[in-house]
C-alpha cells in the first residue's frame, strides 16, 4: 500500500505532475492558434463552450508546435526540464543543441509528445478536483443539491448521495493513476527521443579527447618548466653550499643563476597558465619560450649549475616555424633537466641542433653515471641527483609525435643518447 501511495503521490510524481502541466501550459499558444482556424470552420466563434471545438482546436495546435520544435535550441530547454522534473539520469539526454535532421525529427516527436499528454493531463487537472470536491461535499451540504450545478436528475436518490464521496475520492485518485502513467509514459520516452545521438556521442568523444589533450599538454608544460627549474636550483643551491666558504664569488654566481632561473619561471608559468586561457578562450598573457628567444638563457642558467653544456646550433634559430621552435626549446630544456636530474652537477652534456634534409635534428649526449646498476636505465642516479622524475623521455616523445617526428633515447658507446627528429614542414593531416 505504501508503494502505491509513493508512486500516485511522492515526489517524484509530484514533480512529474509539474512537468505536465508545463507541457499543457506551453500547448495554450498552439491551441489558441488551432482556434482561430477550427471557429469559421464550425461557424462559431465560441471555441471553447464546445468540447469538440476545443479537441479539434487541440489537434490542429500540435501539428504547428511539431514545426516550431525544429528549432535547435528546443532540445536544450525541453532536457533541462526533463533533468529537473522527470528523474531521467543525466547520461541519458544529449547535450546541446539538435543540429542533424534525425534528432531535430526527434525532438519535435518529443516535444508534440510533451505537449499532447501534458494538455490532456492538464485538462484533467482543471475539470476533476473541484468535480470530485462538490461529489464529497454533496451529502452534507443540502445548497449544493439545491442549487443549478448541472448534475443530473439520480443525485436526488440517496443512495447516490451516499455513495458521491466515494466517487470523488475515487476521482481524485484516478487523476493520480493518470498522471502517474503519463509521466512514466514521458520518463520512459525521453531517453529514446531526447538522448545523444551516434553524432552526439561522436562530438562528445571529441570534446572529451580534446580536453584530455588540453590538460596533457598542461602537464608536459608544467613538467618540462618546473622540472627543469627546480632540478637546476636544486643543484646551484648544493654547490653554493658546498664552496660557501672558500669560493664566495661562484656563491654569489650561483645565488643570481638561481634568482634568474626563478624568475624566468615565474614567466614561463605565466605561460603555462595561458594553455587554460587559450582553452577558455582567452588571451595568454605571456608568449611560450623559444629555441630563438630563450636557448642562449637556458643554456646559461643550466652552466651556471655546474652542468657542463657544449652546444652546436648548426641552423638559425629565427628561421624555424614557431611551433617547432617552441617544441624544440622544450625538449632541450627536458633534455638537460634530465641530465641535471640523473647524472648530477659534474655531467657534460653535448647539445647539437641542426637540419638533416626536411628535419629539425636535436640530439643530446651525456656520460652514464659510473655506478648505475644498469646502464642502460635512465633512472639510475648519481649521488648529486635530485630523485624523481619518469615522465621527462615520454614527454619528449609526445611532443615529437605531435608534429610529426620521432624520438629515441638509450645508451651508445658508454653515453646516454637521446635523439629527436621534427619536421619544419607539417605533414600531411597535422596542417
Known amino acids: 500500500m505504501r508503494a502505491v501511495r509513493t508512486a500516485l503521490f511522492g515526489r517524484r510524481a509530484r514533480r512529474r505532475w509539474v512537468h505536465l502541466i508545463l507541457g499543457g501550459a506551453l500547448a495554450m499558444p498552439y491551441v489558441f492558434v488551432g482556434s482561430v482556424v477550427i471557429g469559421p470552420l464550425i461557424g462559431d466563434d465560441h471555441v471553447f463552450g464546445s468540447l469538440t471545438a476545443q479537441l479539434s482546436s487541440f489537434a490542429v495546435g500540435l501539428p504547428l508546435a511539431a514545426v516550431t520544435a525544429l528549432f535547435p535550441l528546443t532540445r536544450p530547454m525541453s532536457v533541462a526540464a526533463v533533468r529537473a522534473l522527470c528523474g531521467v539520469p543525466d547520461d541519458a539526454l544529449a547535450e546541446g543543441p539538435a543540429r542533424?535532421?534525425?534528432?531535430?525529427?526527434?525532438?519535435?516527436?518529443?516535444?508534440?509528445?510533451?505537449?499532447?499528454?501534458?494538455?490532456?493531463?492538464?485538462?484533467?487537472?482543471?475539470?476533476?478536483?473541484?468535480?470530485?470536491?462538490v461529489l464529497i461535499a454533496l451529502p452534507f451540504f443540502a445548497v449544493l443539491r439545491d442549487s443549478r450545478l448541472g448534475m443530473p436528475a439520480g443525485f436526488d436518490e440517496p443512495w447516490v448521495l451516499a455513495l458521491c464521496p466515494l466517487i470523488g475520492a475515487a476521482s481524485l485518485v484516478a487523476l493520480a493513476a493518470c498522471v502517474a502513467a503519463a509521466g512514466g509514459l514521458l520518463a520512459h520516452w525521453a531517453p529514446r527521443l531526447l538522448g545523444p545521438t551516434p553524432a552526439d556521442r561522436l562530438a562528445e568523444a571529441e570534446r572529451r579527447a580534446a580536453d584530455l589533450a588540453v590538460r596533457n599538454r598542461l602537464a608536459r608544460?608544467?613538467?618540462?618548466?618546473?622540472?627543469?627549474?627546480?632540478?637546476?636550483?636544486?643543484?646551484?643551491?648544493?654547490?653554493?653550499?658546498?664552496?660557501?666558504?672558500?669560493?664566495?664569488?661562484?656563491?654569489?654566481?650561483?645565488?643570481?643563476?638561481i634568482e634568474d632561473t626563478t624568475r624566468r619561471t615565474v614567466g614561463e608559468l605565466d605561460a603555462v597558465l595561458g594553455v587554460l586561457r587559450e582553452a577558455d578562450g582567452a588571451r595568454p598573457m605571456a608568449p611560450a619560450p623559444t629555441l630563438a628567444a630563450d636557448l642562449d638563457g637556458l643554456l646559461r642558467r643550466t652552466g651556471a649549475g655546474g652542468l657542463r653544456v657544449s652546444a652546436t646550433v648548426d641552423v638559425d634559430p629565427a628561421s624555424l616555424p614557431p611551433l617547432v621552435s617552441r617544441e624544440a626549446y622544450r625538449i632541450?630544456?627536458?633534455?638537460?633537466?634530465?641530465?641535471?636530474?640523473?647524472?648530477?652537477?659534474?655531467t657534460s652534456v653535448a647539445l647539437r641542433i641542426a637540419t638533416a634534409g626536411p628535419d629539425l635534428t636535436v640530439t643530446a649526449e651525456n656520460s652514464l653515471p659510473a655506478h648505475s646498476p644498469d646502464a642502460g636505465s635512465p633512472d639510475a642516479h648519481s649521488p648529486d641527483a635530485r630523485p624523481g622524475g619518469g615522465h621527462g623521455l615520454r614527454g619528449i616523445a609526445d611532443r615529437a609525435r605531435l608534429l610529426g617526428g620521432t624520438a629515441s633515447a638509450g645508451p651508445a658507446a658508454g653515453m646516454w643518447r637521446l635523439t629527436v627528429r621534427l619536421p619544419l614542414l607539417p605533414p600531411k593531416g597535422h596542417a
Open 332 to 346: 632541450v630544456q627536458e633534455a638537460l633537466s634530465n641530465a641535471l636530474r640523473h647524472g648530477g652537477e659534474a
Open 100 to 133: 542533424s535532421r534525425p534528432a531535430r525529427g526527434r525532438t519535435a516527436a518529443w516535444f508534440t509528445l510533451h505537449l499532447g499528454v501534458g494538455g490532456v493531463i492538464s485538462g484533467m487537472s482543471l475539470a476533476l478536483p473541484p468535480f470530485a470536491a
Open 221 to 257: 608544460e608544467l613538467h618540462d618548466s618546473v622540472g627543469h627549474a627546480l632540478s637546476a636550483v636544486t643543484l646551484q643551491a648544493s654547490a653554493a653550499r658546498r664552496v660557501l666558504d672558500h669560493d664566495p664569488e661562484f656563491v654569489r654566481e650561483a645565488l643570481a643563476a
